[in-house]
């Protein structure tokens, strides 16, 4: 893979993952998935900077896709040192909700007690990462290609491209 690609996809992966780790911030993916389409936009806006031609829509498609995977990835890295600084205030809220709330069933306080602890927690927040990351990453990177797009000619052998051949 060339850098032409893979710098762009580093970039919006970059993106993703540190916005969507932060405890307050990373909020904003509840409001579809805002930072990975934004990351997967941000990754076609930095490849168009850097391509004479107009970038189509499979090539944006696979920028915010590559985009979307490293930032899925990325965003559970960093958000594993952020949970172990961050779950005593966590837990002392939980523990408050459900002590002031005498309402609540004894299912859903067990289940609490329980929850995103240990190592299979981080597997499935790293499948559920990756997965809707290449997801809406390529939702980003092909709606980045209707925003971003030039009046550059397409590459060579393009469709919509005429080669005019010298005369001989």
């Known amino acids: 893979m060339d850098s032409g690609r893979l710098q762009p996809a580093l970039f919006g992966g970059l993106l993703i993952g540190v916005l969507s780790a932060l405890p307050l911030v990373g ?3 509840c409001c579809c998935c805002m930072w990975v389409i934004a ?6 806006y930095l490849r168009q900077q850097n391509s004479p031609f107009a970038v189509t829509s499979a090539e944006g498609a696979f920028v915010g896709f590559l985009a979307g995977l490293i930032g899925g990835v990325l965003g559970v890295l960093l958000s594993i040192p952020i949970d172990l600084m961050m779950g005593p205030f966590q837990r002392r809220f939980v523990e408050w909700v459900l002590s002031t709330n005498p309402d609540i069933p004894s299912e859903i306080r067990d289940m609490s007690a ?14 559920f990462g990756i997965v809707t990351g290449a997801m809406f990453g390529m939702l980003g990177g092909l709606l980045g290609v209707a925003l971003f797009k030039t009046n550059a000619p397409p590459a060579p052998g393009m469709p919509g491209r005429v080669d005019v051949l010298p005369p001989e």
């Open 27 to 29: 909020a904003g993916n």
């Open 114 to 127: 329980r929850a995103g602890t240990g190592p299979a927690a981080v597997a499935f927040k790293l499948l």
């Open 39 to 44: 990351g997967g936009m941000l990754a076609v």
